[in-house]
């Protein structure tokens, strides 16, 4: 089991930037990771997804162009950039382990969760 413990969330003005991060421990960090949300009263939603290689990235649409997904695995940490945020963008970031290295896209391919930070983004 991997554990997951994400940082970096916080209130920022529509436009604005912020840097979640997602520490790593436990097996090693050999696994494909994503970054998913959930805004109050919808379900879960893949936010972007990256190989355990870093070769290969996966982006939702609502997201493409304003964020980046990126991991350095010497570190065993995770990252999202995200930049030009929106009022739609509020919610919970959580970091997810994939049950295997290569690319996933899908809430159930992942088996270990974070706790969860909280981005806000006012108008």
């Known amino acids: 089991q991997v554990q997951l413990v994400e940082s970096g969330g916080g209130l920022v003005q529509a436009g604005g930037s912020l840097r979640l991060s997602c520490a790593a421990s436990g097996r090693t960090f050999s696994y494909a990771m994503g970054w998913f949300r959930q805004a109050p009263g919808k379900e879960r939603e893949v936010v972007a997804t990256i190989t355990w290689s870093g070769s290969s990235t996966y982006y939702a649409d609502s997201v493409k162009g304003r964020f980046t997904i990126s991991r350095d695995n010497a570190k065993s940490t995770l990252y999202l950039q995200m930049n030009s945020l929106k009022p739609e963008d509020t919610a919970i970031y959580y970091c997810?382990?994939?049950?295997?290295?290569?690319?996933?896209?899908?809430?159930?391919?992942?088996?270990?969760w974070g706790q969860g930070t909280q981005v806000t983004v006012s108008s």
């Open positions: 997810a382990a994939a049950r295997s290295s290569f690319l996933r896209r899908e809430v159930s391919d992942f088996g270990s």
